[in-house]
């Protein structure tokens, strides 16, 4: 399959810290999309990027596309605890990346 | 609408044992997915239907796997003989379409002994 790595594996921050993970593909992708999944439960569809260079906001998330549309990021302003759970990109063919593991240190 | 919906939540069972694991897509959604997560394998795509109708089978591990949709809210994912090593969160998600967000359903956590 389709190979899209995520970087870190792993991530522990402290409450009020900024986190980022980044996503890394092996094709161009025509768009990615990003989940996030809380401890014990399914993954949830945050956002979609299909513009090469595109950035979105959420609040405190931002979401960026790649110019070349291989590489994705997602980055989190002063973190809460509420941020906890692990984040996947998804890319080419419904493909899921490797999932970064977000702790916040209270 | 309820979302997707799996059953069952949970399930043990003993090495050997035929697994049923059901899902009840979004109505109208046309495609749908199983997937399965492990820590080691993180959430692998086993299969994907599109209109009821198999399209990517290749992450079905080995025959002991094989996945049905009899029709637009039904599927099923069987495994027959279970091996401790199929334990897992096996996934149902569907989507409108290509292009569009996935939903997945709780999950059911299978435990093979």
């Known amino acids: 399959g389709q190979q899209v790595m995520q970087i870190p594996q792993y991530q522990h921050v402290q409450e009020g810290e900024d986190f980022t993970t980044y996503c890394n593909s092996s094709?161009?992708?025509?768009?990615i999309q990003w989940y996030k999944q809380r401890p014990g439960g399914h993954p949830v569809f945050l956002i979609q990027?299909?513009?090469?260079?595109e950035v979105k906001k959420q609040k405190r998330l931002t979401f960026q596309f790649g110019e070349a549309k291989k590489n994705s990021s997602l980055h989190i302003t002063a973190t809460q605890t509420t941020d906890v759970g692990t984040y996947f990109c998804?890319?080419?063919?419904?493909?899921f990346g490797t999932g970064t593991s977000l702790t916040v240190i209270p | 609408d309820a979302g997707v919906i799996q059953s069952p939540r949970h399930e043990v069972t003993e090495m050997g044992q035929e697994v049923t694991l059901r899902c009840k897509p979004i109505?109208?959604?046309?495609?749908l997915f199983w997937y399965r997560q492990t820590m080691m394998r993180g959430l692998e795509l086993l299969i994907y239907?599109?209109?009821?109708?198999?399209?990517?089978d290749s992450g079905m591990p080995e025959d002991r796997f094989s996945a049905k949709m009899p029709n637009a809210s039904f599927s099923t994912l069987k495994i027959q003989p279970s091996e401790p090593r199929d334990s897992a969160v096996y996934f149902c998600?569907?989507?409108?379409?290509?292009?569009?967000?996935?939903?997945f359903g709780p999950g059911t956590r299978l435990t093979v002994l």
């Open positions: 998600a569907s989507s409108l379409e290509v292009g569009t967000p996935l939903f």
């Open positions: 094709t161009t992708l025509s768009n």
């Open positions: 990027l299909v513009k090469s260079g």
């Open positions: 998804a890319g080419h063919k419904f493909y």
């Open positions: 109505s109208g959604h046309d495609y």
């Open positions: 239907f599109n209109n009821n109708v198999p399209i990517d």
